[in-house]
């Protein structure tokens, strides 16, 4: 049980409902910001702003699975009014508090580690990772079905990079007949892309390989589809990008020649939040427990 742990769970999409049930089950003092939107009966915590919680007094602060932007906003589908992550806030808080979320970029990073503070990026963790790639891949085959005009079936699908989401999206589209390509750097992914019964092609070929596409699904966190690898895709292509903010795709570019591009984030809360966030909220309250128990121990 959580009981006298204090947590605030600031913004987030639909996966964060299932957190506040499993935490309120917990018996944890939840505090929610940034949820103004949410049904009062609905949940049984109470509802808070930045300048109505006391930060001294929290165990842990729970950020969305995107963390936080470039400049501090915090997402929250719940929030009519933007919320942004202070460092005066983050000061406030104690030097025992805890931060987690599901990604970081550099300025989360650097905003909790120059205050002192633990952050935990819950999915570095393979198995929330993995598991958390079944509903992306599901919301890419909706934004496939959505925006093109030919079947998956016999469709030429290039899916660049070979990691924890690019192997379940070469899965599910391979499952569903499409003739799909992979794009990676290392050695041994291609070795697995090739077992999987997939075309493995290595990253300098990539704007040959693009040629006859007719969707290109990028995974990679950096700029890989760039305007020369677009300049060569035929111009029906439909390009999702899956990677986190500003994803790696010349979206730019992409416009000026007319290809339909689209940067897909948050898909596992868009098309699946039932089944993520009940991942999300087990993951959570098992470090939230595991942290729990060491404040407790400690103040004994
Ligand atoms: P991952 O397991 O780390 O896989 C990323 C792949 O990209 C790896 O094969 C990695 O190769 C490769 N890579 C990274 N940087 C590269 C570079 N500069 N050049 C060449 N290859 C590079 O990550 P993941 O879990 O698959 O996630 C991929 C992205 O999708 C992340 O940005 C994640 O945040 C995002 N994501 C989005 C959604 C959504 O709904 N849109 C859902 C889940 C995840 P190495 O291992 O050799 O570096």
């Known amino acids: ?38 049904d ?34 915090v997402e929250s589908i719940f929030s009519g009014n933007p919320l942004v992550l202070e460092r005066d806030w983050v000061k406030k808080t ?5 931060f987690y979320t599901g990604v970081a970029n ?24 993995i598991y958390n790639s079944i509903p992306t891949a599901e919301g890419t085959i909706m934004l496939v079905i959505q925006h093109t005009n030919v079947t998956i079936h016999k469709a030429n699908v290039t899916v660049v990079g070979f990691g924890r989401v690019g192997q379940t999206i070469a899965n599910k589209f391979h499952g569903l007949g ?18 999987m019964n997939v075309n493995p092609k290595p990253l300098e070929e990539l704007s040959n390989v693009v040629c006859d596409a007719d969707v290109v699904i990028n995974t990679i966190p950096s700029l890989i589809i760039t305007s020369h690898v677009i300049s060569q895709m035929p111009s029906h292509v439909f390009i999702i990008d899956l990677a986190s903010k500003p994803g790696g795709t010349d979206f730019e570019f992409a416009k000026k020649r007319s290809i339909k591009a689209m940067l897909a984030p948050g898909l596992p809360g868009l098309v699946a939040p039932k089944t993520a966030g009940l991942q999300l909220a087990q993951l959570l309250s098992v470090l939230l427990k595991d942290q729990w128990i060491e404040l407790t121990e400690g103040r004994t």
């Open 106 to 129: 550099k300025t989360l990073k650097s905003l909790i580690s120059e205050e002192n503070r633990a952050l935990i990026e819950v999915m570095t963790r393979d198995d929330l990772a």
């Open 178 to 195: 499409a003739n799909v390509t992979v794009v990676a750097e290392e050695e041994a992914l291609l070795a697995r892309a090739y077992e």
């Open 40 to 73: 009062d009966g609905f949940l049984e915590a109470e509802k808070k702003e930045f300048g109505t919680t006391n930060p001294e007094s929290l165990d842990a602060v729970i950020l969305p699975v995107s963390g936080m932007s470039t400049n501090n906003e």
């Open 94 to 98: 104690s030097s025992n508090t805890r």
């Open 1 to 38: 049980m959580l009981s006298g742990m204090e947590i605030a769970i600031i913004g987030g999409d639909l996966r964060q409902i299932e957190v506040i049930r499993k935490l309120s089950a917990l018996d944890a003092t939840l505090h929610l910001i940034g949820f103004n939107n949410v």
